[in-house]
């Protein structure tokens, strides 16, 4: 008897808490505004962090027709108890503020997480007799090129492990004296016994070198033309791997140029318009951001604003720093997809020591020419 009473007990705390009495009330309270939203179960314990441009619409569809939902989905609405919310001026506060929340709380249910290991480097041991191509998850002043940090294991993985298929150097920790299994499969060289190839080797090393370094496209030549010949000789299978390999190999360029983005050190001064009324204002040094502050656009100080914006940056020579720990890279890769993707107008400043007259005028134009855009920003 006790434990029915207790079953129907749950069972109706869990129908006054779905049915509406706090959910819809919350929901009802939901501003059409950027936000994150932290879903909480029975045991107040916050199960998923989320955020939205659209708080309302975004935590009422959960609520919503169950037959839209994945069975993940579902399983994550059967364990909501409750929720909070916080909002924000911009979806790029959102962006930042849910990454630092997933950081807090762990929640089961954020697919963030399984992205919550250390991100790797590529190394080239240029200091060895036969360089190799690895991954490492630590930078060592030993000599070698260090390449990163990438964000996605599993595509660098891959990526790497096709160069070094195409480039066929070796895979091996030591050379050893007879020749290996990758060497018998055409994958390998084979500097363990034909130690007279070293141009060869080393020629096939600064083609992978210049490809990462952003300064030569050889490698992916040597790519398409293989991927051609092969299916000439109507080998389509090796040719689809070819092309597959390929792909990853373009995937890694991109996300070279973020890298590159990454640790550019760069000074912005971004602006986006909330509404037709408002904007926002950042400052950012090395994608910290120094200064926001949310602005009546008919209200505006354009002189004031300049002078401010001088004095944050006009520090004389910085101290430049690469970036390394993943938190930092986290919201550095937010922040410059974010930009990049929703085009925000920015104004870069370059100069470590600034000109001030030179400055004023430059900062003054794109502050006025910004501010009067109407609706949402684009370049």
């Known amino acids: 008897m006790i434990y029915r009473e207790s079953k129907i007990y749950k069972y109706i705390k869990a129908v006054l808490v779905y049915g509406g009495i706090i959910v819809k009330q919350k929901i009802k309270e939901l501003k059409e505004c950027p936000g994150v939203y932290l879903m909480k179960d029975s045991s107040n314990i916050v199960i998923y962090v989320g955020k939205s441009k659209n708080l309302?619409?975004?935590?009422?569809s959960y609520f919503g027709n169950k037959n839209h939902k994945s069975s993940k989905v579902q399983k994550l609405v059967k364990n909501i108890h409750d929720f909070e919310y916080i909002t924000t001026d911009t979806e790029l506060e959102a962006l930042l503020l849910e990454c630092k929340l997933i950081k807090t709380y762990k929640p089961t249910y954020n697919k963030l997480l399984k992205n919550n290991e250390r991100y790797p480097y590529i190394k080239i041991t240029i200091k060895e007799e036969f360089p190799r191509v690895v991954l490492c998850y630590e930078k060592h002043d030993d000599g070698s090129?260090?390449?990163?940090?990438?964000?996605?294991?599993?595509?660098?993985y891959q990526a790497v492990n096709?160069?070094?298929?195409?480039?066929?150097?070796r895979k091996c920790s030591s050379v050893s004296k007879s020749a290996c299994l990758n060497y018998n499969l055409n994958l390998c060289l084979g500097v363990c016994i034909n130690k007279n190839i070293k141009n060869e080797y080393m020629d096939e090393v600064k083609i992978i070198i210049d490809y990462l370094s952003l300064k030569d496209d050889g490698l992916i030549?040597?790519?398409n033309d293989l991927m051609e010949s092969s299916a000439l000789e109507l080998n389509f299978e090796l040719a689809a791997k070819i092309r597959d390999d390929l792909g990853r190999v373009r995937y890694l360029k991109q996300d070279?140029?973020?890298v590159e983005l990454l640790n550019s050190n760069r000074r912005l001064v971004v602006i986006e318009h909330i509404d037709e009324n408002y904007i926002k204002i950042f400052c950012m040094d090395n994608n910290d951001?120094?200064?926001r502050e949310k602005y009546l656009v008919k209200d505006i100080n354009i002189n004031f604003m300049t002078k401010m914006i001088f004095s944050l940056f006009n520090t004389g020579n910085r101290e430049l720093d690469t970036v390394d720990l993943k938190e930092v890279i986290d919201e550095a890769m937010i922040i410059n997809s974010y930009l990049k993707n929703n085009h925000i107008?920015?104004?870069e400043v370059k100069d470590d020591i600034i000109d001030e007259k030179k400055f004023t005028i430059e900062i003054k134009e794109f502050i006025e020419k910004t501010i009067h855009?109407?609706?949402?920003v684009i370049l």
Request: charged share 25%; hydrophobic share 35%.
């Open 56 to 60: 309302r619409r975004r935590v009422s």
């Open 162 to 169: 096709s160069i070094i298929d195409m480039a066929k150097i």
């Open 345 to 347: 107008d920015y104004f």
């Open 289 to 291: 951001i120094l200064y």
């Open 256 to 258: 070279l140029y973020n």
């Open 145 to 156: 090129l260090y390449y990163g940090p990438f964000t996605n294991f599993n595509s660098t």
């Open 221 to 223: 030549e040597r790519f």
């Open 373 to 376: 855009k109407k609706g949402r």
